[in-house]
């Protein structure tokens, strides 16, 4: 029988893995492959390693683990390496013997930098680097994908803020998490909306806390908050001729000193809503609840409607000028924008309510599609690549450079030799591990070797080398 078992680690592979281990030279005994972000139009935010180790790495391979795979792997038309995968639970107690070495969790790289290395720790395995590589390299690239556009839109608010707005106080608060029903996976949305966390601390994406406190000893702190929130259905299912009852029922419910509530607010008539139910048969409660009412406008072109909103909103409640010279709603209302949010977006809008004379703290965003599931691999060309290999060759015994310089694509050439990632002037920069100077510090750290996790960081450490 075959099994149904996903969680094999042998099976967490793509399939052609499972014949490499007769590919490479006689007398080789150690390779070691790296990972990096080869091209991107923003830098690295390294996350998600440790969950990946916590989660696939920690738990030693079984005999019956190898039978499953075998059966599976032969059939599926592959040699199977049985006596190297009995040979890891007999000598090793079935953890990998590998050393994985990266930069820490939250660590700002360049592209085109190693974040990432790993190697053979055992000689006999000096396949074993390369046959992990599916399963790591999707381990990484995802978390730190979303991570990095993640900060790459605090970046962008952050100027609006700093140009606009008085202070940064609200800043951790203006980017919400709304990825979790797009999402492709329940464990996309526990990386994805976590590695967002890195930077903001809203989501809607509540798999991320479970993430938080299985992989990031989160276990007592809440590491991310949301509000009350109408969606279309409890708002429609009042009717349109309920439509006043529906946000009085809002208030009602969740209104209060302190409290937030956000109503969506285009089902029929945003402008409507704004200028008679918001702004006029409700003006009284929203001004008195003591709370802040969030409309969320959820169609249209996004800069328009949001100017649009702002000033309709302004027109029936009023600003003030903060000390940048913008004009702030009163504290009781603000407006949320969740429909078509990505990076180019969220800088389009602000610019447009900025020139119009708003300030940015009177909007918040929500992004769904656009942070958790519109990236890929290619967004930042992510790719792990074996760069040496030690081996009795034409040199004796010793390490070879190892490397891939294809004629059609320069952009794919990869790294060569043993890596170090250090800092010189500021800057980073990735060297040959031979390369280093007395006294000069590899930024790329033991993390995992032969079964054991070595740094185990919270999410609250993370965040603050992402620049928190």
């Not at 919400?176 to 990386?191: I, K, N, P, Q, Y």
Request: net charge negative; glycine share 8%.
């Amino acid at each position: 029988m075959f099994t149904n078992n996903i969680h094999n680690l042998i099976l967490n592979a793509d399939s052609y893995k499972a014949s490499h281990w007769v590919q490479y030279p006689p007398n080789t005994e150690y390779m070691s492959s790296y990972i990096e972000a080869r091209r991107g139009d923003y830098p690295v935010v390294f996350f998600g390693l440790q969950a990946f180790i916590k989660e696939y790495l920690s738990k030693p391979i079984t005999l019956q683990d190898i039978d499953e795979a075998g059966a599976v792997i032969t059939a599926h038309g592959l040699p199977f390496n049985r006596e190297g995968w009995e040979n890891i639970v007999n000598k090793h107690g079935g953890f990998l013997p590998i050393r994985i070495q990266a930069v820490p969790e939250g660590s700002i790289v360049p592209v085109s930098n190693v974040v990432c290395q790993v190697v053979n720790t055992d000689p006999e395995f000096f396949w074993l680097p390369s046959y992990i590589e599916t399963a790591l390299l999707r381990g990484i690239w995802y978390p730190s994908t979303v991570a990095s556009l993640s900060k790459y839109c605090k970046n962008i608010i952050t100027k609006a803020m700093e140009k606009s707005a008085d202070s940064l106080e609200g800043l951790p608060f203006k980017l919400h998490d709304f990825g979790a029903r797009g999402a492709s996976s329940m464990e996309t949305v526990a990386l994805g909306s976590l590695a967002h966390l890195v930077n903001f601390v809203g989501t809607d994406g509540m798999s991320a806390l479970a993430g938080a406190s299985r992989w990031y000893g989160m276990t007592d702190d809440m590491p991310a908050f949301s509000i009350p929130a109408a969606e279309h259905s409890t708002m429609t299912s009042w009717g349109r001729d309920g439509e006043l009852d529906a946000y009085e029922n809002m208030l009602k419910q969740f209104g209060g000193d302190g409290k937030i509530v956000a109503v969506v607010s285009d089902s029929y008539d945003l402008w409507n809503a704004i200028d008679n139910i918001w702004g006029n048969k409700l003006k009284n409660q929203v001004e008195k609840t003591g709370g802040t009412l969030v409309i969320r406008p959820d169609s249209g072109d996004p800069a328009k409607v949001v100017r649009e909103a702002l000033e309709r909103l302004a027109a029936k409640f009023g600003t003030t000028t903060n000390s940048k010279g913008y004009k702030i709603l009163p504290d009781y209302v603000r407006l949320i924008q969740g429909d078509g949010i990505n990076a180019a977006s969220i800088d389009k809008i602000l610019n447009t309510i900025m020139q119009a004379g708003y300030s940015a703290d009177n909007l918040t965003f929500g992004m769904g599609g656009g942070l958790l599931q519109q990236v890929n691999r290619d967004t930042m060309s992510w790719a792990m690549k074996a760069s040496a290999i030690y081996k009795d060759g034409a040199e004796g015994k010793k390490w070879y450079d190892v490397f891939k310089d294809p004629i059609t694509s320069r952009s794919k050439r990869s790294k060569k030799g043993r890596l170090a990632l250090v800092e010189v002037d500021g800057n980073l920069k990735t060297i040959r591990e031979t390369e280093l100077a007395d006294g000069q510090i590899n930024l790329l750290r033991d993390v995992y070797v032969d079964g054991k996790l070595l740094i185990d960081e919270k999410l609250t450490e993370i965040r603050e080398r992402a620049g928190w």
